[in-house]
């Protein structure tokens, strides 16, 4: 009893869990992945990354102080030769005879080194690392650029996923409706049918008609789990939890507010793309500021205090003390011209940058003029087959009209409600094509 009721509250607890689902509106979903998209979350590193990088060029001029302690034990003092006829005499009293006749092996020196000691070096000048700085901080505004253009890309998808979860849901709200109505349909034939107004083949066309129709629903159902996963993906959700679109399709179709971006002014500067692409070139520069820093001369100063201890035994040793300090100066004479060529190769890719820069407005140009002449197409297509639809509805309706009055045949019906499934599939297909050709427009000219 207790395993069944364990089970029971398991299964109740699973269906829970699987009805529920987080809401979102489409500017909540759009906060939600800037916040969470793996992509975003990666440039915002790189703007951190840049962080450390101007940290780590600072700390090349900031001055430096080191210890350092060594220790050496001889285990075997080494062995000099000292030819014979040295430059020195013989000494009796000490075991060495004069005028050695063969060379002499002696040892120098004391078992036990030991050394402590500290250091100190500063950077007084050296115009590299003043303007690696620069440059540094250059990269960090680039990182930082480059974060707009991955926040841009990240809302321009969740927003066309968006769009893809509300255009497959107003499909399905379209099918429920023509199931329910070929239901009557087809509930009022098969009546008629049995009282004999109505032919068995009648009923059988509209029972076919039905079941494609409940066939279509239920792929629809796919297409939107499918759609609902695709969302998200670009939103940086998990995929294991269930998403929910609060809005609807009528709350985006606006086509007033939609036909007055065809009168927005375009310009290039509004384009994520183009910040990125200014400061590369001032890092270019820089880099040629570099290299021209490479002619003149560095200057640092430097300090050192040691203290020695040298003895057979370590505590009868005695400490004796050396310290110095000075100064280096490092002055370019000639490198045979390598840094001249360097300086000549970064003109030429300073160059090419702007060549890119110039390249890159003009493919901003034409995605500007291609997304607003799709714009228009698409316009019109979906006016058109809204038109179509509503044409095709007034068509189905009279033929159901006559086919129930028995003036009609169920052919001419069958015909006509297949050109009015066939118009509002066309309407779907035109209004998300719209709907996205709206979004490219808007993408191209920096308004997302």
């Known amino acids: 009893m207790k395993w069944t009721?364990?089970?029971?509250?398991?299964?109740?607890?699973?269906?829970?869990?699987?009805?529920?689902?987080?809401?979102?509106?489409?500017?909540?979903?759009?906060?939600?992945?800037e916040a969470n998209q793996i992509a975003i979350q990666k440039s915002k590193l790189d703007?951190?990354?840049?962080?450390?990088?101007?940290?780590?060029?600072?700390?090349?001029?900031?001055?430096?102080?080191?210890?350092?302690v060594e220790y050496q034990r001889f285990l075997q003092l080494p062995t000099q030769i000292l030819p014979k006829g040295s430059f020195f005499e013989g000494d009796p009293s000490q075991g060495i005879p004069p005028n050695p006749e063969e060379d002499l092996e002696v040892q120098f020196g004391v078992k036990n080194s030991l050394n402590a000691g500290v250091s100190f070096n500063a950077l007084l000048f050296d115009g590299s690392v003043f303007v690696g700085i620069q440059a540094?901080?250059?990269?960090?505004?680039?990182?930082?650029?480059?974060?707009?253009?991955?926040?841009?890309?990240?809302?321009?998808?969740?927003?066309?996923?968006?769009?893809?979860?509300?255009?497959?849901?107003?499909?399905?709200?379209?099918?429920?409706?023509?199931?329910?109505?070929?239901?009557?349909?087809?509930?009022?034939?098969?009546?008629?049918?049995?009282?004999?107004?109505?032919?068995?083949?009648d009923v059988k066309r509209l029972d076919y008609s039905?079941?494609?129709?409940?066939?279509?629903?239920?792929?629809?159902?796919?297409?939107?789990?499918?759609?609902?996963?695709v969302l998200k993906l670009q939103m940086g959700f998990p995929m294991e939890d269930s998403i929910q679109v609060v809005e609807t399709l009528d709350d985006f179709v606006d086509q007033q507010v939609a036909v007055s971006l065809l009168s927005e002014e375009y310009d290039?500067?509004?384009?994520?793309?183009?910040?990125?692409?200014?400061?590369?070139?001032?890092l270019r520069q820089m880099d040629i500021k570099q290299l021209r820093f490479g002619y003149f001369p560095t200057l640092s100063v430097f300090a050192n205090y040691n203290q020695q201890l040298q003895a057979d035994k370590l505590a009868n040793g005695k400490w004796f003390p050396s310290s110095i300090v000075g100064a280096s100066l490092q002055v370019p004479i000639f490198d045979g011209r390598d840094r001249a060529m360097k300086i000549?190769?970064?003109?030429?890719?300073?160059k090419h940058h702007e060549l890119d820069i110039e390249s890159s407005k003009r493919a901003f140009q034409l995605e500007v003029d291609n997304a607003r002449q799709d714009f228009i197409?698409?316009?019109?297509?979906?006016?058109?087959?809204?038109?179509?639809?509503?044409?095709?509805?007034?068509?189905?309706?009279?033929?159901?009209?006559?086919?129930?009055?028995?003036?009609?045949?169920?052919?001419?019906?069958?015909?006509?409600?297949?050109?009015?499934?066939?118009?509002?599939?066309k309407y779907i297909n035109a209004l998300y094509d719209f709907m996205v050709s709206k979004s490219n427009l808007e993408k191209a000219l920096g308004k997302i």
Not at 268 to 282: A, I, T
Not at 344 to 350: D, Q
Not at 394 to 407: H, M, P, S, T, Y
Request: aromatic fraction near 10%; proline fraction near 2%; glycine fraction near 4%.
């Open 136 to 201: 540094s901080r250059l990269a960090r505004e680039l990182a930082a650029s480059q974060v707009g253009v991955a926040e841009r890309d990240v809302r321009d998808a969740v927003n066309k996923a968006y769009l893809a979860v509300l255009i497959a849901k107003r499909n399905q709200e379209i099918l429920s409706k023509n199931v329910t109505n070929l239901e009557e349909t087809l509930f009022e034939t098969t009546e008629m049918y049995k009282s004999g107004f109505m032919e068995e083949l």
């Open 344 to 350: 000549n190769r970064a003109k030429i890719r300073l």
């Open 210 to 229: 039905l079941s494609n129709l409940q066939m279509e629903l239920d792929n629809v159902g796919n297409l939107i789990y499918a759609a609902k996963n």
């Open 47 to 68: 703007i951190e990354d840049a962080e450390y990088q101007i940290k780590e060029i600072l700390a090349a001029a900031i001055p430096k102080l080191n210890g350092s």
């Open 377 to 425: 197409t698409n316009l019109n297509i979906v006016l058109n087959s809204e038109k179509n639809m509503i044409l095709a509805e007034d068509i189905f309706e009279v033929a159901q009209i006559k086919f129930r009055e028995g003036v009609g045949s169920s052919v001419e019906m069958y015909q006509a409600e297949s050109s009015f499934y066939q118009a509002q599939t």
């Open 5 to 33: 009721g364990f089970c029971f509250l398991f299964v109740i607890s699973f269906i829970s869990q699987g009805f529920s689902q987080t809401p979102f509106t489409l500017q909540q979903a759009l906060e939600y992945a």
């Open 268 to 282: 290039f500067r509004n384009r994520p793309e183009y910040k990125p692409l200014v400061v590369s070139k001032e």
